[in-house]
Structure formats: structure tokens, C-alpha cells
């Protein structure tokens, strides 16, 4: 199993340009998430999906949108970036047991100039 | 809502020093609760969980006990390795919701010869 995976890895766009994140987990999990991770504030949730078709906001989901047509698949969408989304991005999946364990991709680091 | 304070860092420990890690978190019931371990340049990896008060949850020499009485979740380590050197994150999963973390800001540990 690969577990997670999220593409590309570093990233830097213009203030503006829209881009889409990936993310992939080949382990049938019904969970998945994304956070976001800035110096001395934690993980932060952005958005997540208990689901394929089912999408719900998290902490701060302003600027990003997401779909879930497949259980595999969970990319997230920036419109229109600005320098505030400068961060790193991180995906994160968990089956349906009770153990609320979840399993994290390796990140994408993301600079808007 | 829910929220996490774990103490500021860094920690710099000399190798085989004991090592604690405070963590208190705010949420109402009985969320589970999670130490995930960051090592530069990666992602996050759960090192430890518990998911029911009294519960101590423990992994390569690390401990932790669900106190619900103080709402807490220290993290201890009898004897560091350079290899600990990391940045570590305290995190609650709410009861019976999905997969939203809330972490708290992290706390990095520098291990010394």
C-alpha cells in the first residue's frame, strides 16, 4: 500500500492563479481531510468528506473548495490564491472504525507570491 | 469548542534525559486523544492514542494517560535518543463526529549528545 499520497510536493504560484492539490489513499478509507499548517498555529482543518459525494467544511475552509466523486481521490481546489494561503498543506485519511486514527500524506508546500 | 494547549518550545534535553511534554485540552464528552510526532521534512505519524478515559496509550518508549479529571494528556519518555529529536502534536478527535482533529500548536524537541 502507498497510504497517502499528495502531489506535487512544492508549488509556487502568483497571486491569483488558480491550482488544484492532490490527493490519493489506496487503503478503502471512507474518511478524509485536509489541513493546513502554519508556524505556531498547528494543524487547521480546511475542509472534509465522510464519503464519495459528501463534502463538509472545517475551521477555515474560506478560498478552498473540494469534491469527493471517488472514494480514492479528495483534491482540493484553490481559485483564486493569495499570499495568505502560503502554507503547508496536508491530506489525511481514516477508515470507519472507532479508533478516529487518521493517516497523513507527506505535505505540499505551497508559496503564493 | 474544542481546543488543545500543549506547552511552547523548544525543549532541548541531553540524550537519556526523562523527557514530559504537557497537554490539556477543552471539548465537551469524552473525545479520543492522539500524539502525532512530525520529523523534518515529513508529515505527520501517530505515535500514540487513547480513546477512553484511564487509558494510556504507549509506542517506542513513549507514554501517555487519558486523565479526564484534569483534562490532560502529558506525554513522557523515561530516556531520549537523538532520534526523538521531532516536532510533537497533541490532538483531540471529538466523540462521534467524523474526522476532525483539533491540534494544538506543537512543541519541538532537540535532543543533544
Known amino acids: 500500500n502507498a497510504g497517502v499520497t499528495q502531489t506535487p510536493k512544492f508549488q509556487v504560484l502568483k497571486t491569483g492563479q488558480s491550482m488544484t492539490l492532490q490527493c490519493a489513499q489506496d487503503?478503502?478509507?471512507?474518511?478524509m481531510s485536509w489541513y493546513r499548517q502554519d508556524p505556531g498555529m498547528g494543524l487547521r482543518l480546511i475542509h472534509y468528506?465522510?464519503?464519495?459525494?459528501?463534502?463538509d467544511q472545517g475551521e477555515v475552509p474560506n478560498g478552498y473548495n473540494v469534491s469527493r466523486s471517488t472514494t480514492e481521490d479528495f483534491p482540493l481546489r484553490l481559485l483564486s490564491a493569495a499570499p495568505s494561503q502560503t502554507s503547508v498543506y496536508f491530506c489525511?485519511?481514516?477508515?470507519?472504525?472507532?479508533?478516529?486514527?487518521?493517516?497523513f500524506g507527506p505535505g505540499t508546500r505551497l508559496t503564493v507570491t | 469548542g474544542n481546543s488543545v494547549t500543549q506547552m511552547e518550545g523548544p525543549v532541548t534535553l541531553s540524550e537519556e534525559a526523562f523527557l514530559t511534554i504537557n497537554c490539556t485540552y477543552t471539548?465537551?464528552?469524552?473525545?479520543?486523544l492522539f500524539w502525532y510526532v512530525q520529523y523534518p521534512g515529513e508529515g505527520l505519524q501517530l505515535l500514540l492514542k487513547?480513546?477512553?478515559?484511564?487509558d494510556k496509550g504507549s509506542n517506542k518508549g513513549f507514554e501517555a494517560t487519558y486523565r479526564k479529571e484534569t483534562t490532560s494528556f502529558h506525554l513522557e519518555k523515561g530516556s531520549v535518543q537523538v532520534s526523538d529529536s521531532a516536532v510533537y502534536f497533541c490532538?483531540?478527535?471529538?466523540?462521534?463526529?467524523?474526522?476532525?482533529?483539533?491540534f494544538g500548536t506543537g512543541t519541538r524537541l532537540q535532543v543533544t549528545l
Open positions: 489525511a485519511s481514516r477508515g470507519s472504525g472507532s479508533s478516529y486514527e487518521q493517516y
Open positions: 490532538a483531540l478527535n471529538p466523540a462521534g463526529t467524523a474526522s476532525k482533529l483539533t
Open positions: 471539548a465537551t464528552g469524552y473525545p479520543s
Open positions: 487503503m478503502n478509507h471512507e474518511y
Open positions: 487513547a480513546t477512553k478515559a484511564d
Open positions: 468528506s465522510v464519503g464519495a459525494g459528501i463534502t
